[in-house]
């Protein structure tokens, strides 16, 4: 079993969409959760940074932790065709800088 | 933001030869940088650590020797794959950080096509 599992996708909806995209973990050690998106053949940009459980909200995106489910997502609101692009979850049982990434999860938002 | 810049984008070389891949930190200095390897399709596994001044630290499975990685200096760090084969051909990113507890940024990634 990976220490995270993602859902690799496609996801595709219409513009304008509410996204929801999800990543479970085994590792009850983690307690660093983030979400960057990446671009075909290009480094990951980050999005959203939590630490341990709650919620963060920045602009049309908000990302939750849920420790006791093992469980985070991350929702883009009034989704853009921008925001077409691979979505990978992150995580770190330390701030050591050492991340554990999900497989990534390619959207696609359709004009 | 910070700025990782990673060069070169893109590189194609023969079974045999030898690739280095820079990774610079251009508005911060780096303590401490991370290379990734990227399959298609698939996620980024780390395959080593680097700290400013001393011998980068490998995960499990990644041959030290074929992957040689030094960060002599703040600002710089440098992953070599020697006698590169084609089943080496991938994606490789690198991230810095300056101190603990700062953000990592990532660099754009080399695309590695051995042939």
């Known amino acids: 079993q990976k220490e995270v599992e993602q859902d690799p996708g496609p996801l595709s909806v219409p513009e304008g969409a509410i996204v929801s995209l999800n990543c479970t973990y085994s590792n009850s050690a983690f307690q660093y959760f983030m979400w960057y998106r990446q671009y075909s053949r290009k480094g990951p940009e980050l999005l959203m940074y939590t630490y341990s459980s709650g919620n963060k909200e920045d602009g049309r995106f908000t990302a939750q932790v849920d420790k006791s489910s093992k469980y985070i997502s991350l929702f883009i609101r009034d989704s853009q065709p921008s925001d077409s692009a691979t979505y990978l979850c992150a995580m770190s049982a330390s701030n050591t800088g050492k991340l554990i990434f999900g497989q990534g999860t390619t959207l696609q938002v359709k004009p | 933001g910070a700025v990782v810049s990673q060069h070169p984008s893109r590189v194609i070389c023969k079974s045999g030869t030898s690739v280095k891949i820079e990774c610079r930190s251009l508005?911060?200095?780096?303590?401490?940088m991370f290379w990734y390897r990227q399959f298609p399709k698939q996620s980024l596994m780390l395959m080593a650590t680097?700290?400013?001044?001393?011998?980068?630290?490998?995960e499990q499975g990644v041959e030290k020797d074929k992957f040689l990685i030094n960060h002599a200096s703040l600002t710089l760090s440098t992953l070599t794959v020697t006698s590169a084969h084609p089943e080496d051909s991938s994606f490789y990113i690198c991230s810095a950080r300056g101190m603990p507890n700062e953000k990592l940024f990532f660099g754009s990634g080399t695309q590695l096509s051995v042939l």
């Open positions: 508005d911060f200095q780096a303590t401490t």
């Open positions: 680097s700290n400013e001044g001393s011998k980068a630290t490998y």
